[in-house]
Each structure stands twice: as structure tokens, then as C-alpha cells.
């Protein structure tokens, strides 16, 4: 068993050094950019006065003064007797240094669960997962945090690999692992796991080496031991609130249910006995399967959501916890590494709306995260026949592109599965998010916009198309007519396309990723407009007696405009994805559709809507030509990177050997191929260079 515990991190692919090519470019590129987020990461930190700093430490510098004073400071006595000799530095000085360490250990941390990816690892993967956790830790919630004063959440994870990984010996790495402990004792949990996979002296030094740390910290610093185990029950609730959002874990999120008391006590008791008990047998499997890299990142993960206090700069475990494999087909196998990096890098509240149901998910995002780790995510067995062959993902079969110059996208290929049901839902939540921040972002400065607005309605008095207040006007003296524009301004603009994205992702998976991909494109044509160009709506041109029929009068005396701007930038207007997105939309059922009834009302969805936003004043003609152009855009794009709808484009009489193709795997990477006995094949591509 303890043979099995040292090959999961043997690091059989220690040896692989350099790389040749785009792999070497790659890695390149991927330190370069560890390095700028890891200054990126020091200079938010140092931008902090040096004075608010030190206080935010608040660590006296004499050891009668108490840890605890001012409940800021949230580490355990053993921390705080190290962390107090600091206190005497001069403010910036240490402030450079503890962020340069803490940055220097977030680093030492990649490497080492790098070289612990379980054997046999591609020669791609070794190559570039060293920089490419590093740099996904440098932009990960825990350590944005963990760089601030008085934080160790970082040295305690860097404790456990080397125990673990690099550290020969029972009694070393047991020494390592105890200090661990020490510093965050919830990783005490460690001392079993190491029990359980045969290494038995560690075990035993883990629980000696706590002990002894935590005897030494009741002795020196009796009040602040009290305080911190008996008053605060293993610091819950200094640093903040224990029902805070920055406490995730399983007693937090049940206070922040509304649970209190004797009995959310005894619930947070089981649950957690339940949650460990889960996780370590998880992990204890892991490790005897090889896979201990895994096994050490489950445990890390249950030492979080059972400690009364789990702060979220804790919670680096999670990010470690992309080493396993989740999916039979090569296609879900991107689906758990992006769901935990976009959990642990972005907040709540851009992966899940703000509706008040959603509330229990979106303020435990980090949580469910390791509770999923630990308890629920079904990760591969190394036995399994797709641990090293998924099944493969199918491809449409090549096709001249009509366009010979352009050069199409190598890696662009078209796919005729259905994608991942969870990756498209996070990714379209994630998009629509980065969308929405960047259109509120864009100038708003009313001058300007207002300035804009007299061109276009000057451009379009030339051209003799200024429609835009005779057609108000006649629907605001119609109720009914003004009923019905508005009702379907407020009504189809999302509902629609999504429901198209619905039904073509259920029925037509090949035509769901072109169409998706147009929609895309569009939009983030869209965004360069907003930006570029901040336009008035005619509801907010002053003097031209505009009628704002959907969301009622507005004071143009007032820059604020109400409540209206604290919903979207209101000179957002040029181009009309309102009308761009019902010309896509349109656009997609008119060619895909078989019905004729289907493409007649695919054809007038557009057309009502352009009525819909000239009517009711929120946009000129000239809007919805912008619009139209972005989508045309969109379809064109994608026609010209990928080739025709459906089919896998290349280049007219050029062959393409196996060794051309861009993601042809090289001979460390052999194990990853699709097996030959697999009725799911990947047809021979003739591409484009």
C-alpha cells in the first residue's frame, strides 16, 4: 500500500525538460503571463498604505499584548507566536516581503503538484502544467486574498506537498505535515489519510508534531489560546462574522441559511462527520489507485468545509482537485477544470444571476465547489478503459472552403456532437456577465452621447428616413398598438434566442455550435460600438418630444435618468442588438428550418421588432442598420475561419498528413489517443496550415 502512496507522486516525468516548437513557445508564454499576474497580484497589495497594512496584521509587538485584541487577525496562536517577531519590522519593508514570499510560495506550489500528476503523464502535460497552474493561482480568488496581512493560508498547502511529495522519510514529512496542522488544524485530517495508505511513522509524526506545536503556543500564549479554542471554538468568528460570505464552510453556510443555535450545531456536527467519512474514503482510493496528487487535494478540500472557520483564501485545494478525470468522452473532459477555475477566479455573482432563489447557491459558490471535490465529482479510476482513451469526439467530414485566401483557423474544426450540456450553460452565464459589466462600463458621458444623436438624426433627415418621431407618435395615439410594441420589446429579446439555442443544442448539435458561435461573434462586434460610439436613444434626446413608451417619462434634466441607469448603460445604443439579435435570429430559422410557415415566422420576427424599437422611441432606423451589420458580421466570420455551415473546412488540393495536424500527438502522448477498437472515429483531416 505505501508502494502505491510513493508512484502516485514518483514524478515519472520529472525528467521531461525543454520542449521544442509551439509546446516550447507555449510555456513560454504561459510563465510570462504566471509572472505578470503574480506583479499584478503584488502591486494591488502594495497599493495599500503601509500603515493600514500593519494594522491589518495586528500583531502586538510585545507577547503580553493579545493576538486577539481587535479580532482581525485569524490565524491559530502556533501562527501568531511565529508571525510576532514580525511586528517589529518597519511597515514597508515587511510589507514587501510578505507579499513577495507569499507570491514565491504560491509558485513553489505549482511546481510541486505539477510533478505529482500521477503516471504516465503526455509529454504536453508535463511540459505545461507547471505554468499553467501557477497562473491560475496567481488569478484565483484564494490567493487575491491570501497575499493580505496576517494570511497563511498559502505556506500550510505548500507543507503537505512536500510531505507528501518530496520529502523522504516518515518523520520529516510528518514533522512537515504537523506544522501544517499547526498553522490550520482542520489538516490535521491529513494525519489519517496518511495512516490509512501505509505510511504510518508519518501518521504519527503529524499528530506529534500538532500537539507539541499547539502545547508550545498554551504555554507561551495561555490567553490567546483560550480565546482561540475555547471562546471562538478554532477561531470561528474572528476576522470577521461567522456567518460572513468569506466563511465557507458547512457551519457558515447554515448559519447563513438562518439556522442557529443547539440545533444548527448538532446539524453542522453530522454533516461534517458525514463529509469527512466521504472524503477520506474517496481519497484513501485514490491514493491506493495511484492518483495522490487527487487524494491529497479531496482531503484538502473536506479539512475546508468541516472546519468551523473555512475562509475562502483556504480553499486553494480546490484549484489542485483539476488533476482528476471526470467523463468517458474526450468532449466532457474540459468540463470539471473549467467549472473549478472559473468557481474559484470569478465572483458569485457573475456565474449565477442575482434572483433571491439562486441566493443559497451564489453565496456558497466556493463550498459546493469542495463539497463537490470531496463528496460527489465521479473521477476515473486509472483502471478504467477511459482514463487514456475517451471516447473521441466526431468531426463533420472536409470540405473545400469557398473563400482560398482567408486563412481558416486550424484548430477550428467542426463538431457534430452535442457539446457539454454544463460547460455551454457556465460559459453562455459567464459571456453574457463579461457582456453586460462591459457594456455598463462603456463612456456614458450625456454631452457626447446627446452630440451623436444629432448626427444620426442628421444623417437620416438627408437620407430622408427620420421615421422615427411620426411613427412614435402615431403609436402612442393607438393604446393598443402601444400596448402591443411594447409588450413585445420587453418580451422576445432573450426569450427567443435562447429558446433557438435550446432547440438547435436538442436537435441539431452542428448547427447549434455554428449558430452559436455567429451570436458570439456579433455581440462582442457589438461591444466595440457601445464603446466607440455612445449614442442618445430618441427617448433621451432632449426638445424633439419623444415619448418613452416602455419605461415611462424620463427627467433628461437629471444625468442619473432614475433607476434606468442602475440597469444598463442607457447610450448603448449604436449598433441595436435588440434588432441585431432578431435579425440572427430570423436569419437561423429562415436557413435551417424545413417548414414554410416556420421561415415566414422566422422572417417576421425581425421585422416586427425593428417596428417595436422605432416605435416605442428607444432606438433610430440607423440603430438597427448597425445591428444588422454586426450579425452579418458574426455569419461571416465564421463562414471565413471555419468554412461552410456544417463541415469541416480545407484547403482545396491540399493533403494533410497526421504529423501536420496541429493537435497531432507527439510519442509521449500516444496514451491519450482514441483506440482503434472505438466505434466513435475521428476522420483524417485535410486542413490548413
Keep these: 500500500m505505501a508502494d502505491a502512496v510513493e508512484r502516485g507522486g514518483a514524478g515519472g516525468h520529472a525528467g521531461v525538460i525543454g520542449g521544442g516548437g509551439r509546446l516550447g513557445a507555449v510555456r513560454i508564454l504561459l510563465w510570462a503571463l504566471a509572472a505578470v499576474l503574480g506583479v499584478r497580484q503584488a502591486a494591488a497589495v502594495l497599493r495599500v498604505p503601509p500603515g493600514e497594512w500593519l494594522s491589518g496584521l495586528d500583531l502586538p509587538g510585545s507577547l503580553p499584548g493579545s493576538l486577539y485584541g481587535a479580532g482581525q487577525f485569524t490565524g491559530t496562536p502556533f501562527a501568531g507566536l511565529v508571525l510576532k517577531p514580525l511586528a ?77 511529495f518530496r520529502v523522504p522519510g516518515g518523520r520529516p514529512a510528518g514533522f512537515l505535515a504537523g506544522l501544517a496542522a499547526a498553522l490550520q488544524p482542520a489538516l490535521l485530517l491529513f494525519a489519517p489519510l496518511l495512516w490509512l495508505t501505509g505510511r504510518r511513522p508519518a501518521a504519527r509524526a503529524t499528530a506529534v508534531t500538532f500537539a507539541g506545536a499547539t502545547a508550545l503556543s498554551w504555554a507561551s500564549l495561555p490567553r490567546d489560546s483560550w480565546t482561540y479554542w475555547v471562546e471562538y471554538l478554532a477561531g ?91 467523463g468517458r468522452r474526450a468532449a466532457d473532459r474540459r468540463v470539471w477544470p473549467v467549472a473549478v477555475v472559473l468557481a474559484m477566479s470569478l465572483p458569485s455573482a457573475v456565474l449565477l444571476p442575482n434572483l433571491a432563489a439562486l441566493a443559497p447557491v451564489r453565496d456558497n459558490v466556493l463550498l459546493l465547489a469542495a463539497l463537490a471535490a470531496a463528496c460527489a465529482v465521479p473521477f ?61 462600463a462603456a463612456p456614458t458621458s450625456r454631452s457626447l452621447a446627446e452630440g451623436n444623436g444629432g448626427q444620426i438624426l442628421g444623417i437620416e433627415r438627408a437620407l430622408g428616413i427620420d421615421i422615427e418621431r411620426a411613427v412614435n407618435r402615431a403609436v402612442v395615439d393607438t393604446p393598443w398598438l402601444e400596448a402591443f410594441f411594447n409588450f413585445y420589446y420587453t418580451s422576445f429579446h432573450f426569450v427567443v434566442p435562447l429558446t ?8 441539431r448539435p452542428a448547427d447549434y455550435r455554428w449558430a452559436r458561435a455567429s451570436l458570439g461573434l456579433a455581440t462582442v462586434l457589438a461591444l466595440a460600438g457601445f464603446w466607440l460610439y455612445p449614442l442618445a436613444p430618441p427617448r433621451l434626446m432632449p426638445g424633439l418630444g419623444f415619448v418613452d413608451t416602455v419605461h415611462g417619462v424620463q427627467d433628461l434634466a437629471n444625468p442619473s435618468y432614475g433607476a434606468m441607469t442602475a440597469i444598463s448603460n442607457q447610450y448603448a445604443a449604436m449598433p441595436s442588438l435588440h434588432f441585431g439579435w432578431s435579425l440572427w435570429c430570423g436569419t437561423v430559422i429562415v436557413v435551417l428550418a424545413t417548414r414554410r410557415w416556420q421561415k415566414l415566422l422566422g422572417a417576421l420576427h425581425p421585422l416586427v421588432t425593428v417596428c417595436a424599437i422605432v416605435a416605442t422611441a428607444n432606438h433610430w432606423v440607423l440603430d438597427a442598420v448597425g445591428g444588422a451589420a454586426v450579425v452579418a458580421a458574426g455569419f461571416g466570420l465564421v463562414h471565413a475561419l471555419s468554412g461552410p455551415r456544417g463541415l ?22 500516444a496514451p491519450d489517443a482514441p483506440d482503434a477498437a472505438d466505434p466513435v472515429r475521428t476522420p483524417a483531416r485535410s486542413g490548413h496550415p
Design 380 to 440: 476515473l479510476p486509472r483502471s478504467s478503459p477511459y482514463w487514456r482513451r475517451p471516447v473521441p469526439t466526431a468531426y463533420g467530414e472536409p470540405a473545400d472552403a469557398r473563400w482560398s485566401r482567408i486563412p481558416l483557423l486550424p484548430f477550428w474544426r467542426r463538431v457534430n456532437s452535442r457539446p457539454n450540456l454544463l460547460l455551454e450553460l457556465l460559459l453562455i452565464r459567464v459571456g453574457y456577465s463579461i457582456y453586460s459589466h462591459i457594456r455598463a
Design 88 to 164: 517589529g519590522l518597519a511597515a514597508p519593508s515587511l510589507e514587501v516581503a510578505w507579499t513577495c514570499v507569499t507570491l514565491l510560495l504560491v509558485a513553489g506550489v505549482g511546481l510541486v503538484a505539477a510533478r505529482a500528476l500521477p503516471d504516465p503523464v503526455p509529454r504536453r502535460t508535463a511540459l505545461l502544467a507547471a505554468p499553467a497552474l501557477v497562473a491560475l493561482m496567481m488569478a484565483s480568488l484564494p490567493v487575491r486574498e491570501a497575499a493580505s496581512p496576517g494570511q497563511t493560508a498559502v505556506l500550510p498547502v505548500l507543507l503537505v506537498l512536500l510531505a507528501v
Design 648 to 669: 469541416k473546412a480545407a484547403v482545396p488540393g491540399q493533403r494533410r498528413t497526421a504529423a501536420d495536424a496541429p493537435d497531432a500527438p507527439d510519442a509521449a502522448d
Design 236 to 326: 470561528t468568528g474572528l476576522g470577521g462574522a461567522p456567518d460572513s460570505l468569506a466563511n465557507q464552510s458547512l457551519h457558515g453556510a447554515l448559519l447563513r441559511l438562518g439556522l442557529s443555535g443547539p440545533g444548527e450545531i448538532a446539524l453542522a456536527l453530522a454533516l461534517a462527520a458525514a463529509v469527512a467519512w466521504t472524503g477520506l474514503r474517496r481519497a484513501v482510493r485514490y491514493a491506493r489507485d495511484g492518483q495522490l496528487l487527487l487524494a491529497v487535494a479531496v482531503t484538502g478540500c473536506v479539512a475546508v468545509a468541516v472546519s468551523p472557520a473555512g475562509w475562502r483564501h483556504q480553499l486553494l485545494w480546490v484549484l489542485l482537485a483539476v488533476a482528476g478525470k471526470v
Design 500 to 507: 433557438i439555442l435550446a432547440v438547435l443544442y436538442w436537435r
